[in-house]
């Protein structure tokens, strides 16, 4: 009787965090979506070097920039894989455009 009432409590404590952290990652996804755009001519922006398109990169001034590098494939961006816009670790409450690309530049694992 006792292990049944175990498994019952941690089947149902499972299911709720399941629950939990996808009406989490639904926020998440939600908020990104209602945050104001970096303007790329802030002050904390442009001493990044922050453009909304990765292609527009001055290559002569930024030369640690790569071909294909963007912000949705930065460690620091914070928003869905196939959003247009996300969250990013530098640039708090505000989205970056995950074509966008910046000097904080970190690749994802």
Request: charged content about 15%.
């Amino acid at each position: 009787m006792e292990n049944s009432r175990r498994t019952f409590f941690k089947r149902g404590l499972g299911a709720v965090a399941a629950v939990s952290v996808a009406q989490l990652v639904a926020h998440r996804v939600a908020f990104a979506a209602d945050m104001p755009h970096v303007d790329p001519a802030s002050p904390q922006a442009s001493g990044l070097g922050y453009v909304h398109d990765a292609t527009t990169v001055d290559k002569a001034k930024y030369a640690r920039y790569q071909d294909g590098q963007k912000c949705g494939t930065c460690a620091l961006y914070q928003g869905a894989a196939d959003a247009e816009w996300g969250g990013c670790g530098i640039f708090a409450g505000q989205a970056v455009a995950a074509a966008g690309w910046c000097s904080a530049y970190a690749p994802k694992a």
